[in-house]
């Protein structure tokens, strides 16, 4: 009895992770396929082709770099931005605490493809579509309310004494500064960064909504190659993707509560 | 007096970026959408919103909407909780397993949009098991029941993690006692674990219904057929250049979308 | 801090890979002289064809260094509207005709090739003089030179339809052969493929394009030939394909047998292994759509030695040994007339001009156009 439950356990859980890891896996294999059409386990024919497609033609590199761009700029304007009124909502007497909190994460209850007309319409007559600059605020938006929250909680979480103690052993207050607070706050920032990173890595609603060719990213590139192109090659595409995702999961994984991420939904 | 005066001022003065970022980048754009979606010209202000809502289309795609949205929670939850049934015990390789859960969360939806696609396909494989076992395929690309379940693998981890977070930190020793004193497994279940577990289910629900209802490119690349609310307004609006009635339908969505969040909110304050 | 560490890596590799490609990009010889080529035009294989074939080909034998540009119509006309005197920097283009006409209603000037530029680019001879002077119905006057001209065809996989319809009227007579194997693109997708089918149905079956839309949809033809379309729809694959890749992939799995679609992209699609292997095109004599025909046009605000480089490579994309590959590898048919020097065996792949020219039909009624964009999925419903 005993036993068939725990085989009966694992087998369900070897389920689960097949079909979690299955469809990515079919990405793989697909994008190193050649003629795979029929009822076939594997294909074939083995090929190198959608790589050099991805490289050559659909100017992967060039779009990693915009997209890299664009997610750099997103996290400095929203971490810049953030930190002032994080420090604010945790350590300062506020009124309508609560309020001003919902009001700040109102940007991540509402679907995205809402405002994003309107974004796109003002963005359109500031003549920000299609730079570096209009994309990344556009993804500011979403960036932004979860670099507070984070911040924020990291800050209420940093102990008064502490600073007080330092400032007492007459330490100035730069100095307080960058030897007591900075090295406090520092894992809860990196936090931040790297869950605004994946936010507008993964951002698709309000990037299509502002991009233009010169400033493509990753998504709308495996958009445009799953509708309008082949799909081996969006499997290339796709595969070359799933690197950076993969280190961020890692990451995550390691060093971070990823009960954490999920107050910052990816750009769905 | 005069001191708290400049307190709150260098708290306003703290406050103020944030908040200004926030109003540009969102409150200005949502005023923009409710100002294009009012019809000035015609006779009726709100002619857009009352054209979509008349329209047999526009209560089709509603429905539609909300019918993915309330099954892949319906589904998330029955997966969660079975879920953190086995992973409470810790069996061999659950930290692997919880890593592997965050792969829908970190890489990009519409490559796991594409990835589903593939696997489910008719020549994916698992087809191919199914035609192994009942010697014909089935069609789930591009169905209700497939697109459930696209949307619950995809949305399902943020209910998951939740959930299990606040399960974990549970004291193990209530579940003895309550074997102790005589409870079966169903009653240990029924009585003590899902009431624990009811917070951390509503809160990871309600992240996994909002996604839902918003998700955009999984349907727009999945749904065939099926276009909900999200599709249906990019469509109207980049695609048909009808960008009034396609904000109409933006404010539309945001206002069901509020209304679903105000009466989840009103539920989880009236189980704490 | 472990934490700290792997993250600082991390930025640092990203620094060095943003600093990297920015410098790549300044550090490019200044020598050589340089020309932008835009392309609003291409689908994925000419994007391919372009960037790897024809482009170091030009620069070898041209001994000149072009970057290669896609974008998009309307957003190039944008830019180029706001260029001053010699300050232009594209400097060719490849488009579309609905956006050559764009570009000719807001008055951006654009070299006069022909027949003022025939010493220099001798090649433009070989195009038909009758897509030099009109574009749509509009007055051309030779400033724009022919590249290919695209064609969709009926395709079908040859093993499963050995004796594919000759017409549309065949094709809707015979559709019970095929239930639930005709694919078709969904009209209202960012592809044009499915509007062009459905227009060339109702074209076929008598709708004259020619009366205005508003005229046109009382008639009762009008309500006639959308019954005759639901008939051919019932038999259709469902749901149809969003997009082409989709299309694709219905003819992969054998889910579809028959459909409407771009000549070119289809068997090249084929030829790359993306396709099964007996997929082939076949015509329907009461006529098919053109695809989109690609004109190449040379701004005027742009410098004179540029612009002397930019004749150069005009002629030589209208030169035969480019445009026989363009039908021949790519099976696009070509801007130049050229058919006595086309090797046999591509008429074996792709139905001879001669059997089409005369049936090609042209979007004239953008009116009907929209309309079966936006409401075929309604009206067939």
């Excluded at chain 1, 990173?197 to 309000?206: A, D, P």
């Excluded at chain 2, 429905?63 to 079975?82: E, H, N, R, V, Y």
């Excluded at chain 3, 079966?372 to 067939?380: A, P």
């Amino acid at each position: 009895m005993h036993y068939t439950k725990k085989v009966l356990i694992i087998t369900f859980l070897l389920c689960i992770t097949i079909f979690i890891i299955s469809p990515f896996l079919m990405i793989i294999v697909t994008s190193f396929a050649r003629g795979w059409f029929g009822k076939q386990w594997m294909p074939q024919e083995w090929t190198f082709d959608w790589y050099k497609w991805a490289f050559q033609v659909a100017n992967i590199g060039v779009i990693l770099k915009n997209s890299i761009i664009i997610a750099v700029l997103a996290i400095t304007m929203s971490l810049f931005i953030g930190m002032a009124t994080a420090w604010a909502i945790a350590r300062r007497p506020v009124p309508g605490k609560e309020i001003l909190f919902s009001i700040i994460l109102l940007p991540r209850m509402i679907p995205p493809i809402t405002y994003a007309l309107g974004i796109s319409n003002i963005f359109y007559k500031l003549n920000l579509i299609d730079t570096y600059l209009g994309v990344s605020l556009a993804h500011v938006t979403l960036c932004l309310p979860f670099g507070i929250l984070i911040l924020a909680s990291t800050f209420e979480g940093l102990d008064q004494r502490i600073i007080e103690a330092a400032q007492v052993c007459g330490a100035s207050r730069w100095r307080t500064f960058f030897h007591v607070i900075l090295p406090l706050v520092m894992p809860g920032i990196l936090a931040a960064i790297i869950f605004t990173f994946t936010t507008s890595y993964n951002e698709f609603t309000l990037t299509i909504m502002t991009y233009g060719p010169h400033t493509v990213t990753l998504p709308v590139k495996t958009y445009l190659a799953i509708g309008d192109g082949y799909w081996e090659v969006a499997s290339a595409i796709s595969t070359i993707l799933l690197i950076p995702s993969l280190i961020v999961l890692i990451i995550i994984q390691r060093l971070l509560k990823p009960e954490k991420i999920v107050g910052g939904f990816k750009g769905v | 007096m005069k001191k708290i005066t400049k307190q709150s001022l260098v708290t306003f003065f703290l406050l103020s970026p944030g908040l200004l970022a926030i109003g540009c980048l969102f409150f200005y754009p949502l005023f923009i959408i409710i100002k294009n979606s009012l019809a000035f010209e015609e006779e009726h202000i709100f002619y857009h919103y009352i054209k979509f809502l008349s329209s047999s289309n526009g209560l089709y795609v509603i429905g539609l909407t909300c019918l993915l949205a309330f099954g892949a929670t319906l589904l998330s939850i029955c997966l969660s909780i079975l879920l953190i049934l086995i992973l409470r015990r810790k069996p061999i390789g659950h930290s692997f397993f919880k890593t592997l859960i965050l792969a829908p969360i970190t890489i990009p939806g519409l490559i796991c949009a594409l990835g589903l696609l593939l696997f489910w396909d008719k020549n994916g494989w698992m087809n191919l098991v199914i035609q192994g076992i009942i010697n014909r395929p089935i069609q789930v690309n591009y169905t209700i029941p497939g697109l459930l379940i696209f949307y619950t693998w995809l949305f399902f981890p943020y209910t998951f993690l939740i959930t299990f977070s606040q399960v974990e930190s549970l004291d193990k020793s209530i579940e003895e006692a309550a074997e102790v004193v005589g409870a079966n497994r169903m009653q240990v279940l029924r009585y003590i674990l899902l009431p624990l577990a009811k917070p951390g289910l509503l809160a990871g629900s309600i992240i996994t219904f909002m996604l839902c209802f918003g998700a955009f490119s999984v349907p727009l690349i999945c749904g065939g057929d099926y276009r909900p609310l999200s599709v249906s307004i990019y469509t109207t609006s980049a695609i048909y250049n009808r960008w009034d009635e396609g904000s109409a339908m933006a404010v539309i969505m945001a206002l069901i979308q509020i209304f679903f969040l105000i009466s989840y909110i009103r539920i989880m304050k009236r189980t704490r | 801090m472990k934490l700290g560490k792997i993250l600082y890596t991390l930025l640092l590799y990203i620094i060095t890979f943003v600093i990297f490609t920015t410098f790549n990009g300044c550090g490019s010889k200044e020598k050589e002289l340089e020309l932008t080529f835009i392309d609003t035009n291409s689908g994925a294989n000419f994007q391919w064809f372009i960037k790897t074939k024809v482009i170091p080909e030009a620069e070898k034998t041209l001994n000149i260094k072009i970057h290669y540009v896609v974008s998009s119509g309307p957003e190039i006309i944008q830019r180029i509207k706001t260029w001053k005197k010699g300050k232009g920097d594209i400097h060719i283009l490849l488009i579309k005709p609905k956006d050559l006409v764009d570009m000719l209603s807001s008055d951006i000037p654009l070299e006069t090739l022909y027949p003022d530029k025939v010493d220099r680019i001798p090649n433009i001879t070989k195009c038909l003089e009758d897509y030099l002077t009109s574009v749509l119905g509009n007055n051309l006057n030779g400033r724009a030179a022919l590249f290919w001209r695209s064609q969709m065809n009926g395709i079908c996989n040859g093993s499963l339809i050995p004796n594919p319809p000759s017409s549309w009227k065949e094709l809707y007579e015979r559709r019970g052969e095929w239930t639930g194997h005709i694919g078709m693109v969904r009209p209202d997708a960012k592809s044009s493929g499915g509007r062009r089918f459905v227009y060339c149905f109702l074209h076929a079956f008598g709708i004259d394009f020619s009366i205005p839309f508003e005229e046109l949809k009382n008639t009762p033809e009008w309500d006639d030939v959308w019954d005759k379309f639901k008939e051919l729809y019932e038999t259709m694959h469902k749901p149809l394909a969003s997009e082409p890749p989709i299309l694709f992939n219905q003819f992969k799995k054998e889910d579809v047998w028959i459909s409407v679609y771009a000549t070119d992209y289809t068997l090249w699609s084929r030829d790359k292994g993306m396709l099964p292997e007996t997929t082939k095109a076949f015509t329907l004599n009461d006529g098919v759509t053109a695809g989109a025909d690609a004109y190449l046009v040379i701004p005027s605000f742009i410098l004179e030695k540029k612009r002397q480089a930019a004749y150069d490579f005009v002629n030589f994309l209208l030169s035969d040994e480019i445009q026989l590959q363009l039908i021949s590898t790519m099976w696009q048919y070509p801007g130049t007339e050229i058919w006595d020097k086309v090797p046999e065996h591509v008429w074996e792949n792709i139905p001879r001009w001669e059997d089409i020219k005369n049936t090609r039909i042209r979007i004239t009624n953008n009116e009907a156009f929209n309309f079966i964009r936006e409401h075929t999925m309604e009206v067939i419903k």
